[in-house]
């Protein structure tokens, strides 16, 4: 007989997504387009609320207003895995200094779940700063510390930024 641990849909979610991101991202160096497959919900998805104040501030690229949705040492990782990983104040300040130097980033969430710790979201992309583009598809991992503030903002997409 043999046991196995069942896993979450998030756990089996990021472990995918996250490795097929990186393999993509060391074999060509470049963003692909994928286009969603999830529509808008026609209700508004139940998200804790340092992630609607997280999404509010991320959409009008206020850079102070994210700063605070977070703990102290909590971090945000891209999509390319651990060398892209902004950890603290100035990690982040740096990493949002030049994701809004074209102005916020528009999400729309279109499927959610949430533990109670880790709130899992598919989304589609279709504009950032003045840029607007067809609708790409994308996943982000939000874990919430003990104080209710973000500890880890993880990021899985092929969204290419404005300056790129």
Same mark, same amino acid.
């Given at each position: ?6 896993? @979450? ?5 990021? !472990?995918?997504?996250? /490795?097929? $991101?990186?393999?993509?991202?060391? +074999?060509? &160096?470049?963003? +692909? ?20 104040? #997280? $999404? ?7 850079? *102070? =207003?994210? *700063?605070? @949705? ?7 990782? %891209?999509? /390319? &895995?651990?060398? #892209?990983?902004?950890? =603290?104040?100035?990690?982040? *300040? ?8 074209? =102005? ?5 969430? !279109?499927?959610? @779940? ?10 589609? !992309?279709? %504009?950032? =700063?003045? $840029?607007?583009? @067809? &609708? *790409?598809?994308? $996943?982000?991992? #939000?874990? +919430? /510390? /003990? ?8 990021? #899985? ?8």
């Amino acid at each position: 007989f043999f046991f196995f641990k069942q896993k @979450t849909a998030y756990e089996i979610s990021a !472990c995918l997504v996250g /490795s097929e $991101m990186c393999i993509r991202d060391r +074999l060509n &160096g470049k963003h +692909l387009y994928r286009s969603p497959i999830l529509t808008k919900p026609k209700g508004k998805l139940e998200e804790p609320e340092i992630v609607e104040e #997280y $999404m509010r501030c991320l959409a009008i690229g206020d850079k *102070q =207003g994210i *700063q605070a @949705t977070f703990d102290k040492d909590g971090y945000l990782r %891209e999509p /390319s &895995g651990s060398k #892209y990983k902004h950890v =603290g104040q100035r990690g982040r *300040q740096a990493f949002y200094d030049m994701a809004f130097a074209a =102005g916020g980033v528009n999400l729309i969430h !279109c499927s959610a @779940t949430f533990d109670g710790r880790v709130f899992a979201v598919e989304y589609i !992309c279709d %504009e950032w =700063g003045t $840029m607007k583009f @067809t &609708g *790409q598809a994308g $996943m982000a991992i #939000y874990e +919430l /510390s /003990s104080s209710g503030k973000l500890a880890a903002v993880r990021i #899985y997409d092929d969204v290419t930024p404005p300056n790129e």
